[in-house]
């Protein structure tokens, strides 16, 4: 049996003092945080195509990594030792998911028939590797943004042979992910959106977008698959306009079309950001209507303004978002992917270990404290005290439909103005920076 990582042991958990870098200091798989071990919580999952398949490349130079999974000459020796090589690292890295798409784990041939028997070979495998390790599929996903038949989108292309294509692929693919026993399935929408109006019938083209997701929905009832089907939403790159720009765009897509009720979101950090907002609004955003399915958690870079897919360590950013998790009940059958890639200068196989131990340690530090803050209730009672106004009175009866603009003229001739009240801001994120110690 061939090992590619063998100078690294299973990653121990060693607490805060460790001063040893292949060790966990703050995740803890087992430790039980609101009566819940770390490891449901969080779910950690392996992104295929960044950590395996990722080369270093950038717009100004190609490949710099040297893999030892890399280097077979027949695709599919290649494609097999790639996915053990996923195994033994998720395995020693104690990472109970991983995630991929289609066409990372097998290349696509030359016809799409052969294309699938490649896939089967390698899904075989990994069904094989999932029962010797333990190690589970969070998610599958299809590739329809890489191959140039999708530079004018999948779904929203202005050819219904090239939808065909974007169609037969997700139906191999959500196959397989049933076959696999995926939690959940994605939908990242690669290249549906536009980059200039004079050539795009934009109505038209959300229609399409909606009917593949209609056909996606009518499949999994077929195959009764029980995963969830994910939308993971993003407002650019590769295109200038994306259709499923943010959580509230998309949700309203979900309502418009009739299909709310069989999507949620998979929401990722850099992709909120890239869209002017924080990690948590999104993440707020789709709770606040049950809609918060899983996350990618990878982050951008302040700096920068495209989509540098980081691995998180900004404990600010992890506690704000296990907040908006915890408060509401959890991610369910998601997970945390880690849709990142190390830098193109970090060559070495133990900078892929190193990222993904600080990723995971920087998440259950925010996850211990956003616990911390929620069961102290300090934070809580100052929002719940802002709102006090709506549980009686006035603001009862306003909520209840009963008051009317009449009425809400009559109350203020006779009460006059309303009194001025500080929304507390900096105190709270005093509070917030006292638990962060
Ligand atoms: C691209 C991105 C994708 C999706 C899956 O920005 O995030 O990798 O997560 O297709
Ligand atoms: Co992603």
Wanted: include cysteine.
């Amino acid at each position: 049996m061939k090992t590619f990582f063998p100078e690294v042991g299973p990653v121990p958990y060693e607490g805060p003092d460790s001063t040893q870098p292949l060790a966990f200091r703050h995740y803890c798989a087992d430790e039980v945080v609101g009566g819940k071990t770390m490891r449901e919580h969080l779910r950690f999952a392996v992104a295929f195509w960044h950590t395996f398949r990722g080369t270093g490349a950038d717009p100004f130079g190609g490949a710099v990594y040297e893999r030892p999974w890399n280097t077979a000459s027949d695709p599919m020796e290649r494609a097999e030792d790639t996915l053990r090589a996923a195994f033994e690292f998720g395995t020693k890295l104690g990472a109970p998911f991983y995630c991929w798409h289609d066409r990372d784990i097998a290349p696509e041939a030359d016809t799409l028939a052969e294309t699938n028997r490649r896939l089967d070979r390698i899904v075989a495998l990994a069904a094989q590797l999932q029962r010797d390790t333990g190690m589970q599929l969070l998610w599958g996903t299809s590739n329809c943004f890489s191959h140039p038949r999708f530079t004018h989108g999948a779904a929203t292309n202005p050819d219904p042979h090239v939808f065909a294509y974007a169609g037969a692929q997700i139906r191999k693919a959500m196959e397989c992910t049933h076959e696999l026993g995926g939690a959940n399935y994605v939908f990242w929408g690669g290249r549906e959106g536009y980059s200039s109006l004079l050539n795009t019938d934009l109505a038209r083209e959300q229609e399409q977008l909606a009917r593949l997701l209609r056909m996606a929905v009518d499949y999994k009832r077929e195959i009764g698959f029980q995963g969830i089907l994910l939308i993971e939403p993003k407002p650019k790159e590769p295109t200038k306009h994306q259709y499923d720009f943010d959580a509230a765009s998309v949700l309203g897509f979900l309502r418009r079309f009739g299909l709310f009720d069989h999507f949620k979101l998979n929401i990722e950090a850099n992709h909120a950001t890239l869209a002017g907002h924080s990690f948590e609004h999104d993440l707020e955003v789709a709770a606040a209507e049950g809609r918060l399915g899983s996350i990618d958690t990878n982050r951008g870079d302040p700096q920068l303004g495209w989509d540098t897919d980081q691995f998180p360590t900004d404990l600010y950013s992890t506690t704000a978002a296990m907040l908006v998790i915890l408060r509401h009940g959890g991610l369910g059958q998601g997970g945390v992917n880690f849709d990142a890639k190390v830098r193109r200068g970090s060559l070495d196989l133990a900078d892929l270990f190193h990222a993904h131990i600080g990723g995971m340690d920087t998440f259950a530090r925010g996850l211990k404290i956003a616990h911390r803050i929620l069961s102290d209730g300090v934070l809580d009672a100052h929002r719940q005290q802002r709102y006090a106004g709506w549980a009686e009175g006035l603001g009862q009866r306003i909520m209840a439909g009963a008051a009317t603009l009449p009425e809400l003229e009559a109350y203020v001739l006779s009460h006059g103005e309303p009194q001025p009240r500080s929304g507390r801001e900096e105190m709270l994120e005093n509070l917030v920076n006292d638990y962060l110690r």
